[in-house]
């Protein structure tokens, strides 16, 4: 018998990976919402709080980008495509958080408006 | 026939990417922008105006928790069901588009469930920033749930009618499924932006 698998048993494989990988994901994303939960209650610095859940957070968006979406998986043209207006809203939203700060804004202004 | 016209005829284009796949990818890099310019509006409001509204009296963190568990485990489904369809199993197909149905509609009843609570509660759309910036990103989330929802029904009663192939309605199947994982990925990040950060 020859080493080599044929492309139906490759597939399949494949497919047996992905399933074991979207199970581990799933119990993985179930249990780090529950940490995020208990988290906000523990008497911890905020600012290591705030990071802690901001980086939580970070990973299950790109898990589910990553292996639920595929990306991993698909052409890079797809990431491309997807990333580009990932980076433009990211960008937007964390410009507009400093250039909005509340020592910049004339709150005079805005009342008299 | 040239292999280039063979690959239009499939939905391809020259770069070997369905073009369906592709214009997929690039509204939910445009529904980013969208979303990403809602979440900024509501946290700048609510930088600026810290003492407006105290939501933690009226948030209820294990009820968004338990939505949020929901939207996770319909994603699994959904990979589940994309993955059966790419076997061509059309039974397991159903079987996990119907579980991602159930989910969504639990997760849309939470929300209507704790949108009336809030209401009760005398916040509205209308009773200062923190309301309108609130219900207007929470409000878009729960339509695109929505649309979700009914994308999938009508996927599910199209597999009973013998149209759908292994091959050309995987591509399909495929696209409703990034589009309801990305309602799961907004969904992540509101929790977070919105909710949790209002309880440290």
């Known amino acids: 018998m020859s080493d080599a698998h044929s492309p139906s ?5 494949g497919e047996a990976q992905k399933y074991h990988a979207f199970i581990n994901l799933a119990l993985a994303l179930a249990a780090i919402t529950g940490v995020e939960l208990v988290l906000v209650y523990l008497p911890i610095n905020q600012a290591v709080i705030f990071t802690v859940l901001i980086a939580l957070s970070l990973f299950k968006f790109i898990s589910v980008i990553a292996w639920f979406m595929h990306l991993i998986y698909d052409r890079l043209l797809l990431t491309l ?10 960008g937007t939203v964390i410009a507009l958080m400093f250039i909005l700060d509340r020592s910049y804004v004339d709150f005079e202004a805005i009342t008299a408006f | 026939m040239s292999d280039d016209a063979h690959n239009n005829d499939d939905g ?5 990417v369905n073009n369906k796949k592709l214009l997929m990818w690039l509204f939910l890099g445009s529904d980013c922008m969208f979303f990403g310019t809602m979440i900024s509006t509501h946290l700048i409001y609510r930088k600026l105006y810290p003492e407006s509204y105290d939501p933690t009296s009226l948030f209820s963190l294990e009820l968004t928790s338990f939505s949020t568990f929901i939207l996770l485990m319909s994603s699994f489904l959904m990979a589940l069901a994309v993955s059966a369809m790419h076997k061509g199993d059309i039974k397991s197909f159903r079987r996990n588009t119907i579980g991602v149905i159930f989910f969504g509609l639990i997760f849309l009843g939470c929300q209507v469930y704790e949108f ?19 219900y207007m990103l929470t409000g878009t989330h729960g339509v695109h749930v929505a649309i979700g929802v009914f994308w999938l029904i009508c996927m599910y009663f199209y597999s009973f009618t ?9 591509v399909d199947v495929e696209i409703a499924g990034l589009y309801w ?6 969904w992540i990040i509101i929790f977070t932006a919105i909710y949790l950060i209002e309880f440290i």
């Not at chain 2, 005398?122 to 309108?132: E, P, R």
């Open chain 1, 9 to 13: 048993e490759t597939d399949h494989n």
């Open chain 2, 162 to 170: 013998g149209k759908m192939d292994a091959h050309q309605s995987a």
């Open chain 2, 116 to 134: 009336t609570e809030f209401v009760h509660a005398g916040l509205t759309l209308s009773s200062g920033t923190f309301g309108s910036t609130f």
């Open chain 1, 81 to 90: 495509a997807f990333g580009t207006g990932l980076v433009i809203a990211t």
């Open chain 2, 12 to 16: 391809h284009h020259s770069l070997m």
């Open chain 2, 181 to 186: 994982h990305f309602v799961d990925i907004v």
